[in-house]
Each structure stands twice: as structure tokens, then as C-alpha cells.
């Protein structure tokens, strides 16, 4: 299993060790999140803003188009190349979710999806 444990050079005789993250690590954070959200454990009822920034943009961008499925296998939304080649066209930014796979995506919908706010009132954290 990678660990994600790499050494850089800092100067020619000199290395340091650092961490990477890694799939391995991002599973095991969204499961143990998923585990607290069920328990009611959060910080201050709220959760942090990188995984949170992720899902928002797929979730926003999907579930506003018809004809996208969610492909469990995959970890990927798709639809016919026609579609996508129309979206990609208008909004240009779009293309990486054709090609990336969006890991532990499901983990993810189901501890944010409940809690969103919308409206006048919504806001990110």
C-alpha cells in the first residue's frame, strides 16, 4: 500500500521526508467523517472546506442537468459525447469532470447533501 511517503532534496546535502496524500487517506477521512455526521460529532456543527468545496461544485453542476448519471464503477458522471461536448463549449471548466474520476464521491453526497442550505439565506462555510 503507498503510504505516500516521499524525500525531497532541501539543498545538496540535506533531505527531508514528507507526506503525500494519498486515495488511501481520503477514503479513510470521508469514512470516519460519515461515521461522526451519524454520531452527531462535528466542529461546531460544521465540517471543513476542501472536501465540502469539491462536492459543492460537482453536486451544483449535476444536479442542475438532465441526462447525467452517476456511474458507481466509473466514479464519474456520464452522458452521451454529444452532451458533454455541448456543456464543455459553454462552460469550459466543466471538461475535468469528463476525464476525472471523482473518488468517494458517494461518501461525500451522503453528508452534505442533507445539510445544504439554499435560498436567500444559503451561504458556504
Not at 17 to 45: N, P
Request: hydrophobic share 35%; charged share 25%; proline share 2%.
Amino acid at each position: 500500500m503507498d503510504r505516500g511517503k516521499n524525500v525531497v532534496a532541501v539543498s545538496s546535502d540535506n533531505l527531508r521526508e514528507f507526506t503525500k496524500w494519498t486515495a488511501d487517506m481520503d477514503l479513510a477521512l470521508l469514512s470516519a467523517m460519515v461515521e461522526e455526521a451519524q454520531r452527531g460529532s462535528r466542529v461546531y456543527g460544521s465540517w471543513t472546506l476542501w472536501h465540502y468545496t469539491r462536492w459543492r461544485e460537482v453536486h451544483d453542476l449535476f444536479s442542475s442537468l438532465s441526462g447525467f448519471a452517476w456511474n458507481q464503477s466509473s466514479k464519474k458522471f456520464e452522458v452521451e459525447d454529444e452532451v458533454w461536448d455541448s456543456l464543455i463549449q459553454a462552460k469550459p471548466s466543466t471538461g475535468k469532470w469528463r476525464v476525472n474520476s471523482i473518488r468517494n464521491y458517494d461518501l461525500m453526497e451522503e453528508m452534505w447533501s442533507n445539510d445544504r442550505a439554499t435560498g436567500n439565506g444559503g451561504r458556504t462555510p
